[in-house]
């Protein structure tokens, strides 16, 4: 009878093992959080995105299924992300006030902390690969500007025409937003009587990110952006600002955040959820959910994506919408787009 009782909790402990197992993340991505609603959205174009965030979420997938890093797997599926023209990233990035695409990326490795980012780049293909590039064969963290797409040509990646990045719906976004006021910023800035506030309904942060941990048990995150539509005088967000948009550590979690920039770098935002695990013992859940409330009493919106070291996921925002996904390790995706 014992030795039946013994084999019988030997069977639900393993029974529960391989539960957990089944549940556990490894690859959530982000295409951009705000003011994205079910009523304005056509069939067709939800579909769209939905194929779009599938086929990137099956990139960085059978990058871990086949035992390659979790490095290996946020790039890949950011690299997906940066090629469609739905996002505001790589090809389809927004145009800044004097009509440029001007890129913005980070990456992060959470077993080294080692970071690589670029920024204000407008001939790099795949901005993602070129914060690698800046991580992985240079002494620095950023790059900006010429330099940085003179290290990524020097480096091997494929430069392209500015004129690539460009799509008539993101053109007609800044004519309109240079239209309703040259001193706004379309997504959901402007200025008024010294404050800013937020005026334009229809903001989407297309910013796309990827978050994952592989079968060795690290995590990296990536993110990459076109920033701001109507964005002024060079200015850089967030994103390839390491602790702010971008941050990894296999100790606690990997973060990637999309939203209005300001408010991510003044709070350092990806930091601060990792450190609110590390320092106070809170869950990904409770870190993610504080953080973004803590963006939102500010006066910011947008989102986030965060992994932990055991596999567990949090998405939270405070906008209308955020494009999301998620796989576990067994092959269970789960795809959003609303609240």
Not at 26 to 35: D, K, R, S, Y
Not at 61 to 77: M, N, R, T, W
Not at 293 to 312: P, T, Y
Request: net charge neutral; charged share 20%.
């Amino acid at each position: 009878m014992i030795q039946r009782l013994l084999l019988f909790m030997v069977l639900v402990l393993c029974f529960g093992e391989m539960q957990a197992q089944q549940g556990k993340y490894v690859l959530v991505i982000h295409g951009g959080a705000g003011t994205i609603l079910k009523s304005q959205m056509t069939p067709e174009k939800e579909a769209a995105y939905k194929a779009a965030l599938a086929k990137a979420l099956q990139a960085g997938y059978e990058k871990i299924q086949g035992g390659a890093s979790s490095l290996d797997a946020v790039e890949a599926a950011v690299h997906v992300m940066e090629d469609s023209p739905l996002f505001n990233a790589g090809k389809g990035a927004v145009f800044t006030h004097d009509g440029r695409n001007e890129l913005d990326a980070a990456i992060m490795n959470g077993k080294t902390g080692q970071a690589g980012a670029v920024a204000g780049v407008t001939t790099i293909r795949n901005p993602i690969s070129a914060a690698r590039a800046v991580m992985e064969k240079s002494e620095h963290v950023m790059m900006v500007g010429p330099g940085a797409e003179q290290f990524a040509k020097e480096a091997g990646l494929e430069i392209v025409d500015p004129a690539y990045f460009r799509t008539e719906e993101r053109w007609q976004g800044l004519q309109k937003a240079l239209r309703e006021d040259s001193l706004k910023s379309k997504l959901d800035h402007s200025y008024n009587n010294g404050r800013l506030g937020i005026q334009n309904i229809d903001n989407k942060f297309g910013t796309v990110g990827a978050v994952a941990l592989d079968k060795a048990g690290n995590l990296a995150a990536a993110t990459s952006t076109g920033g701001m539509t109507n964005k002024k005088y060079g200015r850089v967000g967030d994103s390839p600002i390491i602790g702010a948009g971008t941050y990894a550590n296999n100790k606690t979690v990997a973060v990637s955040c999309t939203g209005w920039g300001e408010f991510y770098i003044r709070n350092v935002v990806a930091y601060d959820l990792s450190a609110l695990m590390a320092y106070k013992g809170l869950s990904v859940a409770a870190a993610g959910k504080t953080v973004i409330e803590k963006v939102g009493a500010a006066g910011g919106d947008g989102g986030l994506i965060a992994l932990d070291s055991k596999g567990n996921m949090a998405m939270p925002f405070n906008t209308a919408g955020m494009y999301r996904a998620a796989i576990t390790s067994d092959g269970k995706t789960e795809i959003y787009i609303y609240k």
